[in-house]
């Protein structure tokens, strides 16, 4: 089959086609969602309403767009830090919960000075999520072996610690309900008067710029491109190849990790079952929408935020269950893939079978 | 205490099944090269599109071969994004993984809970009835049978037959393969479609076969279990059935425990066989052994003009 088409790797990819191509998977990602939603029974007009008047344009919408874009930031930037320097970090759940846990220990047992509280927890969190990927990034840098499913089935198991915690000793013991005590006021972070929106943002923006600075303008960034275009050849020139990935792989641990712990300082204020929600696919595709570029992923975090507050309201006005965002998310992510292939070849009618 | 053991192994088959399926079905697309992380989400729609025929016709049989039709299907998409048109395989995975949650979260919305007839027992007369190991052997659904048969098949099939030798020389070497006369794209997007197919049918059986129910998320992970059993099974589908029944009776330990009343930490358990996998994935490297067994060109798109 297909011995006729003969495809050409493109040498050098003009930046008009690889964005022709970008639109057009996107335009079909979003076209084949919307067909999909309206088979699910959502009318034509309240797609194009629920998903970019209320969304974007309402007070209350905005304002859970804004709230729901801070961990998407921290998550889509812990992917493409990992993706940089091509470690899969699936277990971005896994981080996330690990510093959730983290931040709400030390909520619950009071751990230092009130003052310092919030930044503690934030802290706890960060080194929380950079542990949780230690053992797949020693037994991949050590031992090479696949860190894809290895970090995914450590997600599992952080999953099943937060219920044990909280069915158990984390218990809320005011109400008997499977979720932790709640924060006490020191240990939560300001929010604004609109909405639910707070410092989690912030802090969120301030990441992201910083990280962009650092993969930019410093050395550290220099090495991680050299390694994400070929590791062999940069060990071979001599850089510090395994220091490189060691440090993005943490740090990309550290971000998931950030977002747990933002969840409990800033929004929740208490350890829950629903703190992960589907981060670790959002984080890719963001990541992967992104480019890897830190400011690229603010963008992107963006946009999918306000796809996860049109999905909170479908779901509410239209019974559709949370899968919906999920599969909106995979429908585009594989229209991208499938038309970046016409970025990266040109395909020619072969006259006769040429390369046999 | 015996009594505890017989209950624990008979059970064990239900909860190894369709590990054991999905792995075996994952072993032939990953010999053929092509690294199918979509599993879970294959599973997923053979799990709700099972149910859904079910009930709708009453017919069990008739809900597992939609199931199986499913699985196809996705992983249909899956094979032409990655095998046509060179997509990453881990991302395109992903995404199917996506697509089978969402699909199946979508259309499935009115079946959840919805109780389902299951298929019965196979009873070999006379057989059953012996103690110990009549109800470990001779008391089970007839998937179980089947899937130990589906995976010595395919082990004959990958390593005894012409059919075979291709197929794997497509994984290892897929310019040699496609020299010989060997259609490299054919041959993957057959592998695709066969894992798909088996990954359809242990959804199916988690749902038709195993609790007669559909719930959301009810794969819960066994498809990243027996994306990492294949790397325990050396990418051999006779292996397949030991890793199986290892997993498959620490999945099953929980349920019986708590049935004898004892108090153990539920949560803790079912980490048992996330732990074991990890285990699993780690220990052939730190003792240097099954190296080489993995395909050589696995994950890799091929492309013909960049034959070297």
């Known amino acids: ?356 | 205490m015996t009594e505890f053991l017989v209950s624990w192994l008979a059970s064990t088959p239900t909860f190894a099944i369709p590990i054991m399926i999905a792995c075996v079905g994952l072993i032939v697309s990953e010999r053929a090269g092509v690294l199918n992380l979509g599993a879970e989400g294959l599973m997923a729609v053979g799990a709700m599109m099972a149910v859904m025929v079910t009930l709708r016709s009453g017919h069990p049989w008739a809900g597992i071969i939609a199931g199986v039709g499913a699985g196809m299907g996705l992983s249909l998409l899956f094979g032409l994004a990655v095998v046509v048109l060179r997509a990453d395989q881990i991302l395109a995975g992903l995404a199917t993984v996506a697509m089978g949650a969402g699909l199946s979260g979508l259309i499935g919305r009115d079946y959840v809970h919805e109780t389902v007839p299951g298929l019965d027992k196979i009873t070999v007369p006379g057989l059953s009835d012996l103690p110990v190991v009549g109800p470990i052997l001779f008391n089970q659904d007839p998937l179980a049978y089947f899937a130990v048969g589906l995976a010595l098949a395919a082990w004959w099939l990958l390593m005894r037959t012409r059919f075979g030798l291709r197929l794997r020389a497509v994984g290892e070497d897929p310019a040699a393969a496609d020299v010989a006369g060997v259609d490299v794209q054919m041959m993957q997007l057959g592998a695709v479609l066969a894992s798909g197919a088996a990954c359809g049918l242990a959804g199916a059986y988690l749902s038709v076969v195993a609790s007669q129910v559909w719930v959301e998320n009810m794969v819960a992970g066994r498809g990243w279990i027996a994306i990492g059993l294949v790397i325990f099974a050396r990418w051999n589908p006779s292996r397949a059935i030991l890793g199986a029944l290892v997993f498959g009776g620490a999945d099953a330990l929980l349920p019986r425990l708590l049935a004898t009343g004892a108090d153990v930490p539920s949560y803790l358990m079912m980490m048992l066989p996330y732990a074991l996998t990890i285990l699993v994935l780690a220990l052939p490297a730190l003792f240097k052994v099954g190296r080489g067994a993995e395909p050589e060109n696995l994950g890799k798109p091929y492309l013909r003009q960049d034959r070297r």
Not at chain 1, 228 to 246: C, D, E, F
Not at chain 1, 251 to 274: C, D, I, K, M, W
Not at chain 1, 330 to 352: C, E, H
Request: contains cysteine; positive net charge; hydrophobic residues 55%.
């Open chain 1, 1 to 356: 089959m297909f011995e006729r088409i003969s495809l050409v790797r493109r040498q050098d990819v003009p930046l008009a086609t690889r964005l022709a191509t970008f639109a057009g998977g996107l335009a079909v990602g979003i076209g084949l969602s919307a067909l999909l939603l309206w088979f699910a029974g959502v009318p034509g007009d309240a797609l194009v309403d629920e998903l970019f008047v209320q969304v974007f344009l309402s007070s209350d919408g905005l304002a859970q767009t804004v709230t729901g874009a801070a961990p998407l930031i921290l998550v889509g930037l812990s992917s493409a830090f990992a993706t940089r320097v091509r470690f899969w970090n699936i277990g971005i759940e896994g981080q996330l919960w690990w510093g959730a846990i983290a931040a709400a220990a030390i909520g619950i047992y009071d751990i230092g000075p009130p003052v310092l509280r919030p930044v503690l927890m934030l802290l706890a969190a960060c080194l929380a999520g950079a542990a949780w990927i230690g053992l797949p990034l020693w037994l991949k840098v050590r031992y090479s072996i696949s860190e894809t499913v290895l970090t995914l089935l450590l997600t599992n198991i952080a999953f099943l610690f937060v219920q044990h915690l909280l069915f158990g000793a984390w218990k809320d013991p005011a109400t008997g309900f499977p979720v932790s005590p709640q924060m006490q006021p020191a240990e939560q972070l300001a929010k604004f008067g609109w909405g639910n929106v707070g410092l989690s943002i912030v802090i969120a923006l301030a990441v992201a710029l910083l990280l962009w600075l650092l993969i930019d303008r410093s050395r550290l960034g220099i090495y991680a491109r050299a390694v994400g275009l070929n590791a062999t050849t940069a060990k071979a020139t001599g850089l510090p190849v395994t220091m490189t990935i060691t440090m993005l792989v943490l740090l990309s641990g550290a971000l998931s990790g950030l977002a747990g712990g933002l969840a409990v300082a800033a929004t929740e204020y208490r350890l829950t079952q629903f703190l992960g929600g589907n981060y670790t696919f959002s984080g890719i595709v963001i990541g992967f929408l992104a480019r890897t570029h830190p400011l690229g992923v603010v963008v992107a975090a963006f946009c999918v935020a306000g796809m996860f507050t049109a999905g909170s309201s479908l779901k509410v006005f239209y019974s559709l269950s949370d899968a919906v965002v999920v599969l909106i998310e995979g429908i585009i992510l594989m229209s991208l893939l499938a038309a970046q292939f016409f970025a990266t070849y040109k395909v020619a009618l072969a006259r006769r079978s040429v390369a046999a």
